[in-house]
C-alpha cells in the first residue's frame, strides 16, 4: 500500500519560512519522480517544485528563488524548504509521486497559511 504523508504546514506571516516534509512507503523511492503541488483557495491545483532521482529541479516560476525542493533517499523523504512565503502562497500543499509505468500517488496534503 502506498503512503506519502506529509507534514510541516502551519501559519507564519508574511517574509517567513515553513519546511515541508514528505514521508513515502510502498514505492521505490529512489527511482520515482517526487515533487509538490499546491491548491489554493477556490483554484486548481498546480505544481510548484519537482526533483528527479537523480537531482534534478524544476520550479513554477513564482517560487524560484524563495522555495527549495531536496530528497533523502536513505530516508523516503523529499523536503520542500519555502522562504520568503507570501499570503498568495496559501493553500495545500500535496507531495506528488510519479514511478512512471508504476502508477502516480499523491498525498493528503498539509496546510499552509500566510499571513499579511
Known amino acids: 500500500q502506498v503512503q506519502l504523508v506529509e507534514s510541516g504546514g502551519g501559519l507564519v506571516q508574511a517574509g517567513g519560512s515553513l519546511r515541508l516534509s514528505c514521508v513515502a512507503s510502498?514505492?521505490?523511492?529512489?527511482?520515482?519522480?517526487m515533487g509538490w503541488l499546491h491548491q489554493a483557495p477556490g483554484k486548481q491545483r498546480e505544481s510548484v517544485a519537482a526533483?528527479?532521482?537523480?537531482?534534478?529541479?524544476n520550479y513554477a516560476g513564482h517560487v524560484k528563488g524563495r522555495f527549495t525542493v531536496s530528497r533523502d533517499n536513505a530516508k523516503n523523504t523529499v523536503y520542500l524548504q519555502m522562504n520568503d512565503l507570501r499570503p498568495e502562497d496559501t493553500g495545500v500543499y500535496y507531495c506528488?509521486?510519479?514511478?512512471?509505468?508504476?502508477?502516480?500517488?499523491w498525498g493528503q496534503g498539509t496546510l499552509v497559511t500566510v499571513s499579511s
Open positions: 506528488h509521486a510519479n514511478e512512471g509505468a508504476r502508477g502516480r500517488y
Open positions: 510502498g514505492i521505490v523511492f529512489r527511482n520515482a519522480l
Open positions: 526533483i528527479t532521482a537523480v537531482g534534478s529541479t
